[in-house]
């Protein structure tokens, strides 16, 4: 049986993560996730991705901890690659990807959660990088993508001590964006992505090379990349129709070119 599902709700993409009981991330999931990823790269329809966990216990509650014993440091490195590799092609995705973060999000389900643009919680979800706890540390590329994305010295702060805090908590420092009732973390999601959706595709593929490169450049060269990207828009027919629909007073037609 699949460990991970993909459905399309016109222009968003869902994928449902399905490894009872916690959707532990183990390597057939973690291929079958690339697999899945791979496969939306080139399909034109989807303006946005919603990645869940199946149930409300987890999204995913880390790694597949049976799979450890054997690590060596030259499988342990390849391991830490392969995870990365993967996460790194949903960072990477021309359109905005939204987690739908149900329950428990651990090890390398709060690292795929992070790979993501925007995250919702369930208010009963927790969040942690209990790795620690285990003799390693984050491989999935947390050590990275928390830093930059909340203070320093808290993401520090929860990578050395490998404690879990709940959704209020991860809102309140920037790791998630929404904490909704128990249960809606998936339909908040898709009502994220269906408003993106809407909006012009060209203009957020973009926005999200603008952001996501310029985070790596000073800020006067990320001001270039943004121009740059900018004044490439200007030429396409979508931001034609778009002036044309405002002044117009008209809902505009996009068509992505």
Do not use: W
């Amino acid at each position: 049986m699949s460990m991970v599902q993909l459905e399309k709700e016109g222009n968003v993409a869902i994928i449902t993560l399905n490894n009872p009981p916690v959707n532990a991330l183990n390597s057939q999931l973690l291929g079958e996730l690339e697999e899945t990823v791979d496969s939306l790269y080139n399909d034109s329809e989807v303006g946005a991705l919603v990645i869940t966990g199946e149930g409300e216990k987890a999204f995913v509650a880390g790694a597949d901890i049976s799979e450890f014993p054997s690590l060596t440091k030259d499988n342990g490195e390849k391991l830490a690659r392969r995870g990365q590799s993967v996460f790194q092609k949903i960072a990477d995705l021309p359109f905005p990807v939204v987690a739908a973060v149900n329950g428990f999000a651990l090890g390398g389900g709060m690292e795929l959660a992070l790979a993501c643009d925007i995250r919702v919680a369930s208010e009963n979800a927790q969040v942690g990088l209990p790795e620690v706890t285990l003799g390693i540390f984050p491989g999935y590329g947390a050590t990275q993508r928390l830093p930059r994305l909340i203070p320093s010295g808290k993401a520090k702060e929860l990578i050395f001590t490998g404690d879990q805090i709940k959704a209020e908590e991860a809102a309140q420092v920037g790791i998630v964006e929404h904490v909704v009732p128990a249960g809606e973390a998936l339909g908040k999601a898709k009502e994220i992505a269906g408003k993106i959706v809407k909006r012009a595709p060209l203009a957020i593929k973009e926005a999200k090379k603008a952001v996501n490169q310029g985070s790596d450049l000073t800020l006067e060269e990320g001001q270039k990349l943004e121009a740059s990207l900018f004044g490439g828009l200007c030429e396409t027919e979508d931001q034609k129709e778009g002036a044309k629909a405002f002044l117009e007073k008209r809902k505009p037609e996009y068509k992505g070119k």
